[in-house]
């Protein structure tokens, strides 16, 4: 009789503690989540903003470049190494520039990406504490951690919509400020 009401309080216990399991795609997470898809807008956005500015810093480069290479018969050994060397330190300060310039969007690419994945892992912290998920797994396809999930078990979409829509309603909405006037 004791050995009985042992089994069934351990049985009792047992279903207590039941392990609720999902998982996330975080590729799809990351490429469907508003904020990524605004940080890469971003992240683009200036790298052409930057590339600009840097062909605009080449272009004055380029001319004394053609300019040398059409009067170089004119100058003297001399005036032509020299020429020769400015030119070499202006290149070499152009390349400076460019790569500060590089490691200056990539910096930021990177600070933007961190926030989203915080963002991203905020979320679904607070979403498995509210749904009673004991794990959330994330998997993509170069992880490969899980092999096989229940399509039950994919709370991917119910991520997403839940990111996008604390993302939106962050998101400072822009109103028009102009006034009509009439006569």
Do not use: H, W
Not at 76 to 94: H, P
């Amino acid at each position: 009789k004791k050995l009985e009401v042992v089994f069934s309080l351990m049985m009792i216990l047992a279903s207590c503690t039941q392990v609720k399991i999902a998982y996330v795609d975080l590729e799809e997470v990351m490429k469907e989540y508003e904020g990524s898809k605004k940080a890469e807008e971003e992240m683009k956005a200036q790298s052409e903003e930057m590339s600009r500015q840097l062909d605009q810093l080449a272009m004055p480069f380029q001319q004394k470049v053609q300019e040398y290479q059409q009067n170089q018969q004119n100058l003297s050994a001399s005036a032509r190494q020299e020429k020769e060397r400015e030119l070499m330190q202006e290149q070499q300060m152009i390349q400076q520039q460019q790569q500060m310039a590089q490691q200056q969007v990539q910096a930021e690419g990177q600070k933007k990406m961190e926030k989203i994945n915080e963002d991203i892992e905020g979320f679904i912290s607070g979403y498995a504490k509210s749904n009673g998920y004991t794990y959330i797994l994330g998997s993509s396809d170069q992880t490969k951690s899980i092999l096989y999930g229940e399509e039950s078990l994919d709370i991917t979409e119910e991520v997403i919509d839940g990111l996008n829509e604390n993302f939106s309603s962050e998101e400072p909405v822009e109103t028009s400020t102009t006034e009509e006037t009439t006569d």
